[in-house]
């Protein structure tokens, strides 16, 4: 008996002493990435690592680094691979997004106009929607390129809207489009965005003296063909609707 526990505590000795010399064995070397997401390029050379106990790959996004530990042999191959990898994407065009924001009413507008180009738009708002008057609250012309983070805002017209606001109580609208995303095709090219998000603040009279802001808005995917006018959401404020409709055209 005392024999066997011998052989066994010799055992994990010689256990516990192999996995110390590999852990003297391994080193750890940070790379710094330039041109590709790490997260992408660390799932690439995963394979290359020895794999034996104590050896590791951590990745940061926010920094774009992958740090390794592993034998020396193993990190200079990983980091041959990282270079031939980390190399800039091909060039991706600018993309210009034509944002228009649509009040919808029932009663007639206070100076309301639709530009031409968004009427086909307007007939197919008067089919689907319950209102029938329609004008241009806001509209901009904003260029960005793949992955890249829009943003607007500005004050409406509080006539066109309905409501009483002045300068210190003004109608605020913003709006943020992030992580925007060009597909080519064969036919027309597809521009999408993770993220669209509008919001305007009303001032709202709540009694004879006092007023409130309230909030609408929207978030939401989304997804259009070049030259395409899409409705991307909608919300309601009172007895009005906010539209907002999207075109996207490529840079050639």
Do not use: C
Request: proline fraction near 5%.
């Amino acid at each position: 008996m005392k024999r066997l526990i011998t052989i066994v505590l010799l055992l994990m000795s010689t256990v516990a002493f192999g996995q110390e010399i590999v852990n003297h064995s391994l080193k750890s070397k940070v790379f710094t990435l330039q041109n590709r997401d790490p997260r992408l390029i660390a799932s690439a050379v995963k394979l290359l690592g020895s794999g034996v106990a104590f050896a590791d790959m951590n990745v940061n996004v926010e920094l774009k680094t992958i740090t390794v530990r592993d034998y020396p042999e193993n990190l200079a191959a990983i980091e041959e691979a990282i270079k031939r990898l980390d190399q800039p994407g091909p060039a991706m065009p600018d993309v210009e997004l034509h944002i228009s924001v649509l009040i919808g009413s029932k009663a007639p507008l206070t100076g309301a106009s639709v530009p031409e180009d968004l009427m086909p738009v307007v007939k197919q708002l008067e089919s689907a929607l319950r209102y029938s008057h329609y004008g241009l609250m806001t509209s901009a012309v904003q260029r960005t390129k793949a992955g890249g983070i829009v943003e607007g805002s500005g004050i409406a017209d509080a006539a066109l809207l309905g409501v009483t606001a002045s300068a210190t109580r003004p109608i605020m609208w913003t709006y943020r489009l992030h992580g925007v995303n060009i597909e080519p095709s064969s036919g027309r090219t597809t521009v999408s965005t993770e993220s669209f998000n509008f919001s305007m603040r009303v001032p709202i009279m709540v009694n004879d003296k006092d007023i409130q802001y309230q909030s609408v808005g929207f978030e939401t995917p989304v997804s259009v063909k070049e030259g395409e006018k899409v409705v991307i959401g909608t919300t309601t404020m009172r007895d009005k609707a906010l539209i907002v409709v999207l075109t996207a055209t490529v840079a050639k």
